[in-house]
């Protein structure tokens, strides 16, 4: 994320713990006699859960890509649907924490506030001077690629691409506009042009004629505090995805990431199988309501099951409830389509919702899934796909899950070309997994669900 967004990001969380402090002073006027936790702790949980329900809306992508009233929205789900629920369930929970009387004021005022911040802030960040200026060295095929990658995201990552500088005999296709002409002393220019990185995506780093790659420029500029990156690994910090199309095997060999750790493994299962526990204890009177749905309305089994391939390549049942006719797959397996007829009006309710996952919590709790990971795929589809995308079967190195990176960033693919693009994505969690990864995940894909999005 671009620093100021970050800024914005910790500003808000201390505006709501500050709401909630005004709510407090608000209702004792009214009602001295309200108890309330002298502390800072009901603050920070206010602020914590207001915040996880911010990103889990997605609100802050909204403000960059689909403008201020998309945010606005999205602000008033996350704040007094989720966060106003999240709230009253700790005040049941927890006596006097926050008193169920201070949820609705605190809201409100976290909510104006929060607005008129983002709305401030709206103002402020389109200005140049808050974004980073990048020059990317190369104006051929692959830095054109760099720059339809970065289009839709450029506003998110506050960067500003200054410029492309062609090297010697390479043909031109990026936007002549953006060419530079190659600078005589590198270190003057990116002073005098206020660059922040440069990005190394030529299309062949050798040169001939007698020109040399300016390696000891691009040097001086490091030392000087303007470092240089190669198009593949800004691509994968700034995009969060890894682009097969420059992915080499030496990279991933050499490159951090890819790690395996017991301990994390161990945490992670441990977490997977008490969380799918709870899932089944607090969800089974939807579970059993979405049985006797599928069952009246379509003949045939509640249940539907089908083999995926999960870790190292090894095939399991994966369970859903049946969401299309009986006989929708009778001349053999096929990717699902937009408005698939095939769909019955439960199964298009149930896939909308994602209720029709839940009976996989069975897979989180039999090791053959995980909550987060790149998302099964059939047997059928995945040979035909490793023949036709490098590095497919690289997403079967970690466990499946319900839900994943790809699904955040990728819209519901049923192509090739989709494969290959959701791929970039699960190549990139395969590589940096974490904890507080899968938590992000997590709450970000309420989203997916409140807003039905990547369904066909």
Request: one cysteine or more; glycine letters at 6%; proline letters at 5%.
């Amino acid at each position: 994320m671009h620093l100021p967004y970050l800024f914005l990001g910790i500003a808000e969380a201390i505006l709501l713990g500050v709401s909630l402090w005004a709510a407090n002073r608000l209702v004792l006027a009214v009602n001295p006699a309200l108890e309330f936790e002298s502390s800072l702790l009901p603050l920070v949980v206010f602020s914590v859960l207001l915040s996880c329900c911010t990103l889990s809306m997605g609100v802050y992508t909204a403000l960059v890509r689909e403008g201020f009233s998309s945010m606005v929205l999205r602000t008033l789900v996350s704040f007094f649907l989720l966060g106003s629920l999240a709230l009253y369930l700790v005040s049941s929970l927890w006596d006097n924490l926050i008193p169920q009387a201070l949820i609705f004021w605190g809201v409100l005022i976290a909510t104006a506030a929060v607005l008129v911040t983002r709305f401030i802030f709206v103002k402020a960040v389109d200005a140049d001077q808050l974004k980073r200026r990048v020059i990317i060295y190369g104006a051929g095929a692959r830095a054109q690629k760099l720059l339809e990658d970065l289009a839709p995201e450029v506003g998110a990552l506050g960067v500003k691409v200054v410029g492309c500088v062609p090297s010697a005999n390479e043909a031109l296709a990026v936007n002549p506009e953006l060419v530079v002409p190659e600078p005589q002393d590198w270190l003057a220019y990116v002073r005098s042009a206020q660059i922040s990185e440069i990005v190394i995506a030529p299309d062949e780093r050798r040169r001939s004629g007698g020109n040399v790659f300016p390696l000891s420029d691009f040097l001086d500029c490091k030392l000087a505090g303007v470092p240089s990156s190669d198009a593949l690994s800004f691509c994968e910090r700034e995009l969060g995805k890894i682009d097969i199309t420059l992915l080499q095997p030496s990279w991933m060999l050499f490159s951090d990431g890819f790690k395996y750790s017991k301990r994390r493994s161990i945490a992670k299962r441990i977490f997977d199988v008490a969380l799918a526990s709870l899932f089944f204890l607090m969800l089974w009177p939807f579970m059993l309501l979405t049985a006797i749905a599928v069952r009246l309305e379509s003949p045939g089994p509640v249940l539907y099951f089908q083999t995926r391939v999960g870790l190292n390549g090894k095939t399991f049942r994966i369970y859903k409830f049946r969401s299309m006719r009986q006989d929708a797959e009778k001349n053999g397996a096929v990717w699902a389509k937009k408005n698939d007829a095939r769909v019955t009006r439960v199964g298009a309710f149930i896939r909308n919702t994602r209720l029709d996952e839940l009976p996989q919590l069975y897979n989180v709790l039999a090791g053959e899934m995980s909550f987060v990971g790149p998302r099964p795929e059939r047997p059928e589809f995945v040979v035909d796909l490793a023949k036709q995308i490098p590095f497919y079967e690289t997403r079967h190195k970690v466990k499946p899950g319900l839900m994943g990176w790809a699904q955040l960033k990728y819209p519901y693919g049923a192509s090739v070309e989709d494969a290959k693009n959701k791929l970039q994505y699960d190549l990139y969690y395969t590589k940096n997994h974490s904890f507080l990864m899968d938590m992000l995940i997590m709450i970000q894909t309420v989203e997916i669900v409140l807003l039905g999005k990547g369904v066909h």
